[in-house]
């Protein structure tokens, strides 16, 4: 399938014209398209309904649907092979079994609003997308839900269930956690004395290069940050006080040892 793709085009009261109707005339078609800088899943349905969604696995973030455009029987995110079906519902998650507080029904995908006009498809963002989720004081992790996360890697077997496919918390992560931590970016034989390796975290940019004796550095938008490797992956950390990366891995070192990545 080949979609003839349109200009997004905002109307005066907020929609978007993200597709031609043509574009998603069959069941199973399907397309994708930037609002407002949130990806944007419209997709036909076996109904025959027209149906909009965030295109953001509710996993861990991961976009369900890659191709532009296409035609898909249902949608399998690529990162925990976490299904959607073509409504929007969760109908398979691994590593949910062993959680008490998991809901099939609060991991659906993110419905986005969408009409058909004059033969365009249009989509509008709701007053709070995903993105820009506020944390809820009263709905974050508790002390020993924190304590729990904290330990080392073979004690932390489990997130509780709401962890998720909470906004407040994937909010508090990125907030609290996310930029403190190590973050691997990519490989180490990626980097060499020619070319760079350039990355993104977070929306901002980060660039790995060669010293002149073969060790690395790293700067993310011109400021340098701290850079190390472990088994090949390069790793950045934006925390000038964080452990050094072996201490800070703990006994993941230990528990993948013995694989030569």
């Known amino acids: 399938m080949t979609a003839a793709r349109v200009p997004d085009t905002a109307t005066d009261d907020g929609w978007v014209r993200v597709a031609t109707a043509s574009d998603v005339g069959e069941p199973g078609s399907y397309v994708v398209a930037d609002v407002d800088g949130e990806s944007v899943l419209v997709v036909r349905g076996r109904d025959n309904m027209l149906r909009g969604f965030y295109n953001v696995c509710r996993h861990r973030g991961t976009a369900v649907a890659e191709a532009p455009c296409g035609t898909a029987v249902r949608f399998q995110c690529p990162y925990h092979a976490w299904i959607y079906d073509l409504d929007g519902r969760l109908i398979t998650a691994r590593h949910t079994d062993d959680l008490d507080d998991f809901t099939f029904e609060g991991a659906s995908l993110r419905p986005v609003a969408i009409e058909v006009r004059d033969g365009s498809v249009l989509?509008?963002?709701?007053?709070?997308?995903?993105?820009?989720?506020?944390?809820?004081?009263?709905?974050?992790?508790?002390?020993?839900?924190?304590?729990?996360?904290?330990?080392?890697?073979?004690?932390?077997?489990?997130?509780?269930?709401?962890?998720?496919?909470?906004?407040?918390?994937?909010?508090?992560?990125?907030?609290?956690?996310?930029?403190?931590?190590?973050?691997?970016?990519?490989?180490?034989?990626?980097?060499?004395?020619?070319?760079?390796?350039?990355?993104?975290?977070?929306?901002?940019?980060?660039?790995?290069?060669?010293?002149?004796?073969?060790?690395?550095?790293?700067?993310?938008?011109?400021?340098?940050?701290?850079?190390?490797?472990?088994?090949?992956?390069?790793?950045?950390?934006?925390?000038?006080?964080?452990?050094?990366?072996?201490?800070?891995?703990?006994?993941?070192?230990?528990?993948?040892g013995r694989f030569d990545f």
């Open 123 to 256: 989509a509008r963002l709701d007053a709070a997308p995903a993105s820009a989720a506020t944390p809820d004081p009263e709905n974050l992790l508790t002390d020993e839900e924190v304590s729990a996360i904290r330990r080392p890697y073979r004690a932390a077997s489990l997130l509780p269930g709401r962890a998720y496919h909470d906004e407040g918390i994937h909010a508090f992560e990125r907030r609290e956690w996310f930029r403190r931590d190590w973050i691997a970016v990519g490989r180490a034989e990626e980097v060499t004395a020619a070319k760079p390796l350039i990355a993104a975290l977070d929306g901002e940019s980060i660039a790995v290069s060669r010293t002149g004796d073969g060790g690395l550095r790293a700067a993310v938008n011109g400021t340098s940050v701290r850079v190390d490797t472990w088994q090949g992956f390069v790793f950045v950390t934006l925390e000038a006080g964080n452990a050094d990366l072996v201490e800070w891995l703990d006994d993941l070192t230990e528990h993948l």
